[in-house]
Structure formats: structure tokens, C-alpha cells
């Protein structure tokens, strides 16, 4: 059974840092695209960022330059470094794996966690 648990999460000041992990089990996310959501209340779920099984990253503009995602195969975990975060990066963080969307950057994924929470104050 495949499970991803995101953790990290918490409360920090406008300008702070964050890192999340995402641990995969029951499944070898090596070989397949994994990305970092969000959704804010009130708002559509949205890509953050996404790695493919090349090692190849892709990020939002509102967050690229401030936003790191990597992974560590053999601890089958997945992170993404947040620095620089800002009041509007405020928002329940989920990590998913395998897209069957034809890309890594797309909604359309197999595997998704419960999420971790992100509050920035200002």
C-alpha cells in the first residue's frame, strides 16, 4: 500500500525558512515524477514544484529562486527548502507521486499525501 506523510510544517515570520519532507512507502519514487501542491483557503490547488526521474525540477513562478525541491532515493523521501517565505506562500503543503498526466507538471497525480500546514506571518 502506498503511503506519502509530509511533515515540516509550522509557523514562521515573513522571511523565514521551511523545510518539508514528504517519506514515501510502498512505493520507489525514483522512477517516477514527484511534486510539491498547495491551496490556500478559498483557492484552487496549485503546483509549487516538481522533479522528474532525471533529477529534472520545474517550479511556479511566484516561488522560483526562493523554493528548492530534492529528493533522496535511498531514503525514498522527497523535500522541498522554502526560504525566503512570504504571507501568500500560506497554505496546506501536499507532496504527490507517479502523474499519469503525460508531464510532471500537472495535477494529475496517482498518490497524494495528507498535507502539512504552512502559515507565514507578516
Known amino acids: 500500500q502506498v503511503q506519502l506523510v509530509e511533515s515540516g510544517g509550522g509557523s514562521v515570520q515573513s522571511g523565514g525558512s521551511l523545510r518539508l519532507s514528504c517519506a514515501a512507502s510502498g512505493y520507489t519514487f525514483s522512477s517516477y515524477c514527484m511534486g510539491w501542491f498547495r491551496q490556500a483557503p478559498g483557492k484552487e490547488r496549485e503546483g509549487v514544484a516538481a522533479?522528474?526521474?532525471?533529477?529534472?525540477?520545474r517550479y511556479a513562478g511566484s516561488v522560483k529562486g526562493r523554493f528548492t525541491i530534492s529528493q533522496d532515493n535511498a531514503k525514498n523521501t522527497l523535500y522541498l527548502q522554502m526560504n525566503g517565505l512570504k504571507p501568500e506562500d500560506t497554505a496546506m503543503y501536499y507532496c504527490?507521486?507517479?502523474?499519469?498526466?503525460?508531464?510532471?507538471?500537472?495535477?494529475?497525480?496517482?498518490?497524494w499525501g495528507q498535507g502539512t500546514q504552512v502559515t507565514v506571518s507578516s
Open positions: 504527490a507521486g507517479e502523474s499519469y498526466g503525460g508531464t510532471c507538471w500537472t495535477l494529475l497525480y496517482s498518490y
Open positions: 522533479i522528474d526521474s532525471d533529477g529534472g525540477t
